[in-house]
């Protein structure tokens, strides 16, 4: 577990080279279409506009956010899960890339329709950091 973990103090410059320490998850997005429930990891649903590729696999640490100013950081940016490094997130990517908030595009073809409720599953990974 990341009880180790000294808080940054000041910003981490967003998107920084830096890496956020924490503990391996898998993120899995699901919907409902009719007759059919689709599900997705999150990696599925965005792609790396340079290499054309979708998001590595096993690239997410929980990480934990922090309170500032007496509110919960990461509800009040509303920055739960990023693919940039941000250490008000609760998620972040680790993963290659993770300093360019300039090459991540949707991968249109596995989202959803719009305006469909959705269900996002945070897990433990299995797998040792």
């Known amino acids: 577990s990341n009880s180790h973990f000294q808080p940054v103090i000041g910003p981490i410059k967003n998107p920084s080279k830096e890496m956020i320490p924490g503990d391996r998850v898998t993120i899995s997005v699901s919907w409902k279409l009719p007759g059919v429930e689709v599900q997705h990891s999150a990696e599925e649903l965005v792609m790396n506009e340079q290499t054309h590729s979708a998001l590595e696999g096993e690239s997410w640490v929980y990480n934990g956010s922090c309170v500032m100013n007496g509110r919960f950081a990461a509800q009040s940016e509303g920055s739960i899960i ?27 073809n596995n989202l959803p329709p719009p305006n469909l409720p959705l269900q996002v599953q945070i897990k433990l990974s299995n797998s040792l950091p």
Do not use: E
């Open 82 to 108: 990023s693919l940039v490094t941000d250490p008000v997130a609760l998620v972040n990517n680790t993963g290659p890339g993770h300093d360019n908030d300039h090459i991540w595009i949707a991968a249109t």
